[in-house]
């Protein structure tokens, strides 16, 4: 459970999303309270999921969103996030 500085509580569930050549992990952002809310997709820029782009889907998610943050490099393996 996460307090982001609105007030507004929230939850980071790790998502697995299932694809035609495998699976590609991701972060679900979900306002606590009675869903469902609205969803969007925070596509990532070059530098891939990071921790940036979970602080804008927590924002979105303390507004009531459901933000879905999926990892588009999922082929390309482990590497070291982005700063």
Not at 23 to 42: F, K, N
Not at 56 to 74: N, Q, W
């Amino acid at each position: 459970m996460i307090t982001v500085n609105w007030g507004t509580r929230m939850r980071r569930l790790d998502a697995e999303i299932t694809t035609s050549d495998g699976h590609s992990g991701g972060t679900l952002h979900v306002a606590d309270g009675d869903g469902p809310g609205p969803g969007v997709l925070a596509f990532p820029d070059a530098g891939g999921a990071r921790e940036t782009f979970r602080q804008m889907s927590d924002r979105l998610a303390s507004m009531g969103y459901v933000a879905l943050i999926p990892d588009i490099y999922y082929r390309s393996g482990e590497r070291a996030p982005s700063a």
